[in-house]
C-alpha cells in the first residue's frame, strides 16, 4: 500500500514560519522525486516545489523563491517543506506528491498525501 502523509501544518501569524513533513512508505520514497503542491479555496492546485532522489535537482514556484526550503531525508523517507516570511496568500491545503518516472518534469506525480491546512493570517 502506497502511503505519503503530511503533518506539521497550522495557523500562523504573516511573517512567522511553519515546516511540513511528509512520511512515505518505503517503495513510495526510493528513487522517487518528491514535489510539494497546494491548492486554495476556489483556486486550481498549484505546484510549489520539487527536489529529486539524489537531490540533484530542487525546482521552486516563482512565488515561493527565497522563502520556503524543500529539503529530504532519504533515511527516514521523509521530505521536508520550511516554509518563511509566510504570506496570507500562502494559505492553502498543501500537499506532498512522488513519482519514480520523468513525468515530475511535466508536474504530474504517481501518488499524493491527504494534505495539510496551512492558513497564514494577516
Known amino acids: 500500500q502506497v502511503q505519503l502523509v503530511e503533518s506539521g501544518g497550522g495557523l500562523v501569524q504573516a511573517g512567522g514560519s511553519l515546516r511540513l513533513s511528509c512520511a512515505a512508505s518505503?517503495?513510495?520514497?526510493?528513487?522517487?522525486?518528491m514535489g510539494w503542491f497546494r491548492q486554495a479555496p476556489g483556486k486550481d492546485r498549484e505546484f510549489v516545489a520539487a527536489?529529486?532522489?539524489?537531490?540533484?535537482?530542487?525546482d521552486y514556484a516563482d512565488s515561493v523563491k527565497g522563502r520556503f526550503t524543500i529539503s529530504r531525508d532519504n533515511a527516514k523517507s521523509t521530505v521536508y517543506l520550511q516554509m518563511n516570511s509566510l504570506k496570507p496568500e500562502d494559505t492553502a491545503v498543501y500537499y506532498c506528491?512522488?513519482?519514480?518516472?520523468?513525468?515530475?518534469?511535466?508536474?504530474?506525480?504517481?501518488?499524493w498525501g491527504q494534505g495539510t491546512q496551512v492558513t497564514v493570517s494577516s
Open positions: 518505503g517503495r513510495t520514497f526510493v528513487g522517487s522525486t
Open positions: 527536489k529529486t532522489w539524489s537531490n540533484d535537482y530542487t
Open positions: 506528491a512522488a513519482t519514480r518516472s520523468d513525468n515530475w518534469r511535466r508536474y504530474e506525480y504517481d501518488y
